[in-house]
């Protein structure tokens, strides 16, 4: 919910991490990472900077992105993209994190929505790219290497690099200088930056400048933004993006989490985007601490989203929420082979594997409900997961002629229980509660004839967190199949109070 006079923090809940905002005009754009899930870089629009509408993503065609390279860790792939708009052409710089080092390329566009070019290598292994051009039309690149940032001027047709890679301003000290976004303000030149580490101890630190190549001041009250050491419900505060609004107003978009349970807490639903007003004071930029509830507005149209509700697969192809694991889903799903259902043409591969066929949508809430309607058809499983990657993810499942809820927990797979399949397509059904101990307490089972609920599993969120199975991801709850075709008529997400 949004007061008309505020609005409610995370304005992108879920798995929406390393956000990069920009204003074309009255409208923003604002793009995230993806990790090895396909389509990659959502798009997202928005009039006011809270309410954000997808539009598409960068990365949608295999030709542009290639996973191969990323089996072992689902936590690799793409990377932290900027997105910036220069005469007249969007363009989005990433990098491709891979089992055999990185690619960091940029693609361009006319529109946001796509569609965008194919790839335009940088040969250049460096981390969270940013482009920015300065007054003679000079493309200016900065990037993370490990423990420094460097900088270089690039063709910003061809790629090339124009100069060599030079250090620069790498912070205050504090561990993995990253994310950097360099900006020109009042003719005075600023790079904002992560540091701490992308956990407890992030921050958002700036230095100040002539020019992109500096030399670079430090702010005397860096970190300008950071929320270790605190009780705020928001932690992990760092990798942000300024951007000017139409009236003037500045606002910073940046990642966060919010950890639930007993130390030393749990998150669950992978780092998010919050907003922050921001004010300037003494030509430094002033960042309040984040607030879930903020008084204060940006400017802009409402613009309502709403990020519940059902899918009832008519549309030609699944719509933009969905993504798949390492590759497009038009590698396996359909809905047009049944009119109205999705149809998942299953392999032999299962869950555990790198290239499972699953369909899935961010988990967006603490406290959710997420229900389908499956008819297994010649898989040999098919059911709803809740997803963290190959080794951590819980599922309830059709299994021959036995409803079953199991999962997977690093190298322990369980049975948690099972019951007779009643007749006919059967609604499984995923449920979050409160918990005790952990973050919530995950419900895994299916729809009687009468609508009731009957449950196979309570399990411990603690599992499926990322202080417990590491990396950057978040939950995703999916559809999947193993051995053969599977349908699944509707599937219906709704956030709950937990009781």
């Not at 940046?254 to 919050?274: K, M, N, Q, W, Y």
Request: hydrophobic share 35%; glycine share 12%.
């Amino acid at each position: 919910m949004t007061s008309p006079s505020g609005y409610r923090n995370p304005v992108l809940p879920g798995f929406y991490p390393d956000p990069s905002v920009c204003r074309v005009g009255d409208e923003y754009f604002l793009a995230t990472s993806t990790f090895t899930w396909f389509p990659g870089i959502p798009v997202f629009r928005s009039t006011n900077l809270v309410d954000w509408h997808q539009i598409g993503h960068v990365l949608d065609r295999p030709s542009q992105l290639d996973m191969s390279a990323t089996q072992g860790w689902a936590s690799m792939g793409v990377y932290a993209p900027t997105i910036r708009h220069h005469d007249g052409r969007f363009f989005v710089i990433v990098q491709n994190v891979l089992t055999t080092g990185g690619e960091t390329f940029f693609v361009t566009a006319e529109d946001p929505a796509g569609p965008w070019s194919d790839p335009v290598r940088i040969h250049h292994d460096g981390g969270d790219p940013d482009l920015a051009w300065d007054a003679d039309g000079a493309c200016w690149v900065h990037v993370a290497v490990f423990d420094h940032v460097e900088r270089f001027r690039i063709d910003d047709t061809t790629g090339e690099i124009l100069s060599e890679p030079e250090h620069t301003w790498s912070g205050t000290g504090g561990q993995y200088p990253e994310a950097p976004h360099v900006f020109e303000k009042d003719g005075t030149w600023y790079l904002l930056l992560a540091e701490g580490g992308t956990r407890h101890g992030h921050a958002v630190s700036v230095a100040r400048g002539p020019s992109p190549a500096g030399p670079w001041e430090g702010c005397p009250d860096n970190p300008v933004l950071t929320h270790r050491g605190t009780g705020r419900p928001i932690q992990n505060v760092g990798h942000g993006d300024l951007v000017e609004a139409a009236d003037g107003s500045w606002w910073l978009v940046v990642l966060g989490v919010r950890p639930r349970g007993i130390s030393p807490a749990f998150h669950v639903l992978g780092r998010e985007t919050f907003l922050a007003p921001v004010d300037w004071v003494d030509g430094w930029p002033v960042i309040a601490p984040l607030e879930l509830e903020v008084p204060t507005r940006p400017p802009g149209d409402p613009d309502p989203v709403e990020w519940t509700g059902r899918d009832d697969f008519d549309d030609p192809e699944p719509g933009p929420r969905w993504i798949a694991v390492r590759r497009s889903p038009a590698e396996f799903a359909s809905t047009t082979d049944r009119p109205g259902w999705l149809t998942l043409h299953g392999t032999e591969a299962t869950l555990d594997s790198e290239y499972p066929v699953l369909l899935g949508r961010r988990q967006q809430h603490h406290l959710c409900r997420a229900r389908t309607l499956v008819d297994r058809g010649s898989a040999g499983e098919a059911g709803l997961t809740v997803y963290h990657d190959e080794l951590s993810h819980h599922r309830v499942a059709v299994v021959g002629d036995r409803v079953v809820a199991s999962g997977r927990s690093g190298p322990f797979r369980t049975e948690f229980g099972s019951a007779p399949l009643p007749d006919g397509p059967v609604v499984l059904r995923v449920e979050t509660t409160k918990g005790f101990h952990g973050p919530d307490t995950v419900h895994l089972g299916f729809e009687d004839d009468a609508g009731g609920f009957q449950v196979l599993a309570e399990l411990d969120g603690r599992h499926l967190s990322t202080e417990v199975t590491g990396g950057f991801v978040g939950r995703v709850l999916g559809l999947y199949a193993v051995g053969g075709d599977a349908a699944f008529d509707w599937f219906d997400y709704q956030e709950t109070d937990g009781r």
